[in-house]
């Protein structure tokens, strides 16, 4: 087990092919809907899916007391705003960044939001150039490979404990 000091204070994650394998500005259709059975469709009818390891995920961290926001850059703010309803996955977000733009303003927003140093929070992302961006702020970034897995938050953590100072 981590020790809790070696906890990361902010979890950040990316949207599109980190917690759901698809862009949802091109590949969806929102609005979306939730039906009883808890399938999530898209204005066409197609099944759209999380990544099958992200609710547990979020419970994971909530368990921990890591607070976790988003930081997405896509133009469909609505749609993705929308996924994360219909995904019941809005209660474990202290905030969303969705926009537009380098994510150094995503992060830049989170700091001043939420009082929390670069150096105290974890990203991860599927692109290279958002790891590279936010990478110079100081923050611990993990690229994430075929989308987010209880593995790769263990790992994430694992590596974002190793780089404390006296750990
Ligand atoms: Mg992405």
């Known amino acids: 087990?981590?020790?809790?000091?070696?906890?990361?204070?902010?979890?950040?994650?990316?949207?599109?092919?980190?917690?759901?394998?698809?862009?949802?500005?091109?590949?969806?259709?929102?609005?979306f809907h939730r039906s009883s059975d808890g399938i999530v469709r898209d204005s066409r009818g197609h099944i759209v899916r999380l990544y099958p390891d992200v609710p547990e995920i979020m419970v994971r961290l909530q368990g921990l007391g890591v607070p976790v926001a988003a930081a997405s850059r896509t133009g469909e703010?609505?749609?993705?705003?929308?996924?994360?309803?219909?995904?019941?996955?809005?209660?474990?977000?202290?905030?969303r960044e969705i926009y537009p733009g380098s994510k150094v303003t995503h992060f830049k927003r989170l700091?001043?939001?939420?009082?929390?140093?670069?150096?105290?929070?974890i990203f991860f992302d599927d692109e290279k150039r958002n790891i590279v961006d936010i990478s110079t702020l100081g923050v611990t970034c993990i690229h994430v490979q075929k989308g987010m897995t209880l593995q790769t938050l263990t790992l994430g953590l694992e590596t974002f404990a190793k780089v404390q100072p006296g750990s």
Not at 77 to 95: C, S, T
Request: hydrophobic fraction near 50%; avoid cysteine; aromatic fraction near 16%.
């Open 1 to 31: 087990m981590l020790a809790m000091a070696g906890l990361p204070k902010l979890a950040v994650f990316d949207l599109d092919y980190t917690l759901w394998p698809f862009w949802v500005d091109t590949h969806v259709d929102p609005p």
């Open 111 to 121: 700091q001043q939001k939420t009082g929390v140093s670069f150096s105290q929070m």
């Open 77 to 95: 703010i609505e749609g993705a705003n929308q996924l994360l309803e219909v995904f019941d996955l809005v209660k474990y977000f202290v905030y």
